[in-house]
């Protein structure tokens, strides 16, 4: 697909998105049944749940073209990889905002160094390494490749995250959808957690495919530039 | 200039939005059952519930300017 095509792919899927958050939104205010323990901030767990499992896509999707572009050195997969890790930023930072404006009315506390946060604002710091090492090198490519390998430890994490509730004594609950003998929410509820990560990983999609295409046109300008100089 | 303008803006309108909406919640949620009307007692869930909503409209609506821009920058380069 052309640079310009998959712009107009990714700004589609992004209204495609926004209006589908629209939705969300109003299910959420009007149509869901209200917990009857944790009352209206029970609410925000149909954007904080998607938005998590958003930003761990993303992180796994950096993680998987960063260990390809180490392989196969593809300029392609490179700029894969630091699209996929600015959508799990952006997803992870909504994660962990909206986390705490939950915790302050269910726990009542915004923040406890309990094993899911911590590690969960662990992998933040990690991604936000990933793109102060592309930077911090004078040779551009070895920049990407430390970056690749920031990019492989940090979602290694993702699978301490899910089950550090399982092993450890967690204020998060224990998993609700994601467990072997199947979902334990109600239908209702489960149902707009369902078309709420759907919205946002469509989100995720059309943002990622416009960050692509900006990765595209830059390297487009970096090689002239070299030819610029060869010339 | 115009686009930011125009972006701002659709942020404003969608923030009003999110607050009618929150709105319509919290006055529907006097006509709940007794038990389910202990949880809303306090109007402060509501504010974080409102927050949190906006949060993401704001993180979203932020990406895509940060990218238009940068993409214009990139495209002006390209033209020089």
């Given amino acids: 697909m052309s640079g310009n095509g998959l712009r107009k792919g990714g700004v589609a899927l992004t209204v495609l998105g926004l209006i589908g958050l629209l939705a969300v939104y109003w299910l959420a205010f009007f149509w869901v049944s209200t917990e009857i323990r944790q009352g209206v901030a029970q609410r925000i767990f149909y954007v904080h749940v998607p938005a998590a499992w958003t930003a761990f896509l993303a992180f796994g999707i950096a993680a998987l073209t960063s260990a390809m572009y180490l392989w196969l050195r593809d300029e392609r997969l490179d700029r894969a990889a630091v699209s996929a890790a600015e959508g799990g930023m952006v997803f992870g930072t909504i994660m962990l905002i909206t986390g705490p404006l939950w915790g302050k009315i269910a726990w009542g506390t915004y923040w406890n160094w309990e094993p899911r946060l911590t590690l969960t604002l662990l992998l933040w710091f990690i991604f936000l390494g990933y793109f102060m090492v592309r930077s911090a090198t004078d040779n551009p490519e070895k920049g990407k490749r430390f970056a690749a390998v920031v990019a492989i430890v940090g979602a290694l994490d993702i699978p301490f995250i899910h089950l550090s509730v399982v092993w450890f004594r967690s204020l998060h609950p224990e998993p609700v959808v994601l467990k072997p003998e199947g979902p334990s929410l109600p239908g209702d509820m489960l149902i707009l957690l369902l078309a709420s990560v759907a919205v946002f990983q469509i989100l995720f999609f059309g943002l990622f495919l416009f960050r692509y295409s900006i990765e595209n046109v830059r390297g487009e300008v970096e090689s002239r530039a070299r030819e610029a100089t060869v010339a | ?80």
């Fill in chain 2, 1 to 80: 200039m115009k686009s930011t303008i125009q972006s701002a803006l659709s942020v404003f309108v969608l923030i009003l939005a999110a607050g009618a909406l929150g709105a319509l919640g919290a006055q529907e949620m006097t006509n709940l059952p007794q038990g389910t009307r202990i949880a809303a007692q306090s109007l402060k869930p509501y504010w974080h519930v409102f927050i949190a909503y906006s949060v993401v409209i704001l993180a979203v609506l932020g990406w895509v300017i940060s990218m238009s821009r940068r993409l214009a920058r990139l495209e002006a380069q390209l033209s020089d």
